[in-house]
């Protein structure tokens, strides 16, 4: 099928581990993104990668690293796990050069740092 | 800059009857609009795009918006609602000027009452 897919769907940790989110999309899409929705549902971009150059990087603790081996991946590890890391962090991708392309979202992974 | 406000965080309504989720943007320039619903446990799934072709946009699962830009609104209706239809949704908004970002409103959870 084609997807955004996302791994591990769930991560329950300890604080002060170190972790890593992988990402894959076999859409053909340019450009892909971390974002982070907290317990009130609320949706914040933390990166967004463009053929696995940098380009939007928000106000995230530098404990988060994101990287883009290719175009079709984006990583996200996190360092140093904290309590307020816990939430679900969703990766998506879209056409860069189609203005109207709208975002295609993974399924998320549930964080918890205990 | 582009913002977008859903007014109501939370809307109930009785199954059949219709369903109006509010969304107001802020653009300096023409935007593109979206709907998306996420369903509990997994990632945004895709409802409908504004892409200036037709003020009226229908989108899946019966879900149709209108854009009126004398109001700045791209509201959310479905005429029955079924059970089925509970959920989150949320607005959001990019335009070409904003290279890549979008930008999500704080989503409209929806309970159908039986």
């Known amino acids: 099928d084609t997807a955004v897919s996302q791994t591990p769907k769930y991560l329950v940790t300890q604080m002060g581990n170190d972790k890593s989110i992988k990402c894959e999309q076999n859409?053909?899409?340019?450009?892909m993104y971390w974002y982070k929705q907290d317990s009130k549902k609320f949706l914040k971009i933390m990166f967004s990668y463009n053929n696995k150059e940098l380009i939007i990087n928000e106000t995230v603790p530098n404990r988060f690293s994101p990287k883009s081996p290719d175009k079709a991946h984006l990583n996200l590890h996190i360092n140093s796990l904290e309590l307020g890391d816990s939430a679900v962090y969703f990766c998506?991708?879209?056409?860069?050069?189609?203005?109207?392309?709208?975002?295609?979202f993974g399924n998320g992974t549930r964080l918890t740092v205990t | 800059a582009q913002s977008v406000t859903q007014l109501g965080s939370h809307v109930s309504v009785s199954e059949g009857a219709l369903v109006l989720l509010r969304c107001n943007y802020s653009s300096s320039v023409p935007p593109y609009l979206f709907w998306y619903v996420q369903y509990p446990n997994q990632g945004l799934q895709l409802l409908l795009k504004?892409?200036?072709?037709?003020?009226l946009v229908k989108g899946i699962n019966g879900f149709e918006a209108e854009f009126k830009k004398s109001e700045t609104s791209f509201h959310l209706t479905k005429p029955s609602a079924h059970m089925s239809d509970a959920a989150e949704y949320f607005c959001?908004?990019?335009?070409?000027?904003?290279?890549?970002?979008?930008?999500f409103g704080t989503g409209t959870s929806l309970t159908v009452i039986p």
């Open positions: 959001a908004v990019s335009a070409t000027n904003t290279g890549n970002q979008f930008y």
């Open positions: 504004y892409t200036s072709a037709a003020t």
């Open positions: 998506a991708s879209r056409h860069s050069d189609i203005y109207n392309s709208p975002l295609h």
């Open positions: 859409l053909g899409h340019d450009t």
